[in-house]
């Protein structure tokens, strides 16, 4: 069992020598810090959403994204709407946001081809995502948009936020307050800007240390030989030869 978010707010408060004065705060930090987490970097967890229905409404270039999108896997356009001498589905192109807007005729009419999307944030951790689609759709169509999904982090306190390392998150979380000037003068100079990197790096380590690693060691005879009791840990030298 890992912490829940009032436990992880509670535990950051106290690092500082601070109390509930720091709950909104902190709430917000923490929100900001799961956000970061999220989008920064990809995880197995999160990719677990079956792919969403969206409508691509004739003569509108832009389409509703799902509320919890986080990053674009693919998208199909479901073809079984038109004759029956077109594919069932059709891939669409992801294009940068960027690129779309440097299409020479974007109210172009025709069946979908590509898609974009463009991120804006209204507030902290609170990104909004607005999808496009080119041709303009010359009719209503059906598409399939499979994505990495983001979890809810504005979750009650009461629950245990979407990430297998909560006790990491109180080390993060208590770093940004310092970094905010929560702290005696010394925390505050310990403060480190590069400690989201720091733990995220480590967690990728241990996930391999638990998969790949250990596999390709077993392998290899100039770490692991058998043993009377299996596969043992050479105690000597590596064979360098």
């Known amino acids: 069992m890992g912490l829940s978010k009032n436990n992880i707010i509670l535990a950051a408060q106290q690092n500082v020598s601070r109390g509930t004065e720091l709950d909104t705060i902190a709430g917000n930090r923490l929100d900001f810090v799961l956000d970061q987490i999220y989008e920064n970097y990809t995880w197995e967890f999160l990719s677990k959403q ?3 229905t969206v409508t691509l409404t004739a003569a509108s ?3 509703t994204v799902p509320s919890d999108y986080l990053k674009f896997l693919n998208m199909m356009l479901v073809r079984s709407d038109l004759n029956a001498s077109n594919p069932q589905n059709t891939p669409l192109e992801k294009y940068s946001f960027v690129d779309y807007q440097r299409l020479s005729n974007p109210l172009q ?4 081809q590509l898609v974009a ?3 804006t944030y209204t507030d902290v951790g609170g990104p909004g995502v607005t999808g496009y689609v080119w041709p303009v759709p010359d009719i209503t169509y059906t598409a399939r948009l499979a994505y990495y999904y983001k979890p809810d982090y504005s979750i009650t306190g009461t629950l245990e ?10 080390a993060l979380l208590t770093n940004e307050l310092i970094g905010m000037g929560y702290g005696s003068m010394e925390m505050r100079r310990a403060y480190d800007p ?3 990197e720091k733990i995220m790096r480590k967690t990728r380590l241990n996930e391999t240390d638990n998969g ?7 392998k290899d005879t100039r770490i692991f030989r058998s043993g009377r009791y299996g596969r ?3 105690t000597s030298t590596w064979d360098r030869s």
Do not use: E, Y
């Open 232 to 234: 043992t840990s050479r």
């Open 61 to 63: 270039q832009t389409w």
């Open 212 to 218: 790949m690693v250990p596999l390709i060691a077993r």
């Open 109 to 112: 009419t025709g069946t979908p």
């Open 50 to 52: 079956p792919p969403a």
């Open 161 to 170: 936020p979407t990430f297998p390392h909560t006790g990491d998150l109180v």
């Open 194 to 196: 590069d400690l989201m």
């Open 117 to 119: 999307l463009n991120k």
